[in-house]
């Protein structure tokens, strides 16, 4: 058996590149698994007009800021995936990639074992960094599957070209639901579907507010959030132009799919070309699945970021459940930073 590594870190986005630039100050011996073929993470399958919702200043990884826009905007996909390129260039994190990780299993008391498509990597700890966006999530709307027209999830939206002069339900109030709502308004009959009415973040709000606001609310405490006037949506320039031009207006869901179009809670039929699901993901943990580690929610029960029913197992960037904003590029290295401490310290202690 190969000498085994001190950390495999699973996955190579951005909350794997974060703890390895913690780690590389160790001297513990670490790999990082990448099932993508370059870097980029989730990024490489953001649609093509994406953006953040905060500065370059304040969408950094640690060690080295993003470059400001040359506009001073907010960046986009494209100059997020520079920066991950170039991040990963500067800094030569040991990636390995495309590799397949199949799971991840105990062999001893010791050590981890983990499964991919090149071998077999055993470590004292393991680092699951996969992220969200291999999980897409769609509700199980009755009828869905009898939908004979073309439905997709926005994991694999690109842009509005292929949806010009179509009949569309945009499904889902979030964030990607409204920017893609307002991109396909411009080129297609859209109707934009959502559970509630959706709710906007003031204008002069954007991710370093959420940030803050994430922080606070788990060093503090619901007493720390600021109450009152605060949304889901962020108002991006696109998302702030579709309202300028009234397109905002979201339907209750409907009640079923039919072959060709959905049924209204009204009764009344509509064809239908697409669906977009703007539903979200679910944490990716599928090849964690043999620790016996997932609760009948889904997620991992966790103490920080490690956890609890295999202590060799550690979680980041998956959501606020595994630390504040850490499914965010600054958050990452926020929660990183933290992490790997805890790390090298747990590692180092007799067993």
């Given amino acids: 058996m190969a000498e085994p590594f001190d950390v495999v870190i699973v996955g190579g986005g951005q909350a794997a590149l974060a703890a390895s630039y913690f780690l590389r100050r160790t001297g513990l011996t670490y790999v990082i698994l990448d099932n993508g073929t370059q870097a980029g993470g989730a990024w490489v399958h953001g649609w093509d007009s994406l953006h953040l919702f905060s500065p370059a200043s304040y969408s950094s990884l640690p060690g080295w ?8 905007s907010y960046p986009t996909r494209d100059e997020v995936l520079d920066y991950l390129h170039r991040y990963e260039a500067r800094y030569a994190p040991p ?11 105990r062999t001893d008391q010791k050590f981890l074992n983990v499964r991919t498509s090149v071998g077999d990597f055993v470590s004292r700890a393991v680092i699951g960094a996969t992220g969200t966006w291999s999980a897409p999530f769609i509700p199980d ?9 073309t439905q997709i999830h926005s994991s694999h939206y690109r842009n509005a070209l292929p949806f010009a002069g179509q009949r569309l339900l945009v499904v889902g109030g ?6 893609i709502m307002a991109e396909l308004s411009l080129v297609a009959q859209a109707t934009w579907v959502t559970q509630h009415d959706p709710v906007f973040l003031p204008d002069d709000v954007d991710g370093r507010v959420l940030f803050e606001r ?20 962020v108002m ?19 009640v079923r799919v039919t072959a060709t179009g959905v049924v209204w809670p009204d009764g009344r039929e509509e064809a239908i070309d697409r669906i977009i699901w703007c539903t979200g993901f679910r944490p990716a943990l599928g090849v964690f699945a043999s620790l016996d580690v997932i609760e009948p929610d889904g997620l991992i029960r ?3 970021q490690q956890a609890v029913r295999e202590p060799r197992l550690w979680l980041l960037g998956y959501g606020s459940w595994c630390g504040p904003a850490s ?11 933290s992490m790997v401490r805890q790390l090298a310290a747990w590692l180092a202690s007799p067993i």
């Fill in 65 to 72: 800021p993003m470059p400001d826009t040359p506009d001073g």
């Fill in 95 to 105: 990636i390995h990639r495309p590799v397949m990780v199949g799971r991840v299993e």
């Fill in 141 to 149: 709307y009755p009828g869905r599957e009898l939908f004979v027209r």
């Fill in 174 to 179: 979030g964030n990607s639901g409204a920017q």
């Fill in 214 to 233: 994430a922080t606070a609310r788990v060093l503090g405490g619901p007493s720390a959030m600021p109450t009152g006037g605060f949304g889901d949506i």
């Fill in 236 to 254: 991006v320039p696109p998302v702030r132009a579709a309202r300028e031009r009234g397109v905002l207006h979201a339907v209750r869901p409907f």
């Fill in 302 to 304: 966790v103490n920080g």
């Fill in 327 to 337: 499914a965010t590029l600054l958050g990452a290295g926020r929660v990183a930073r």
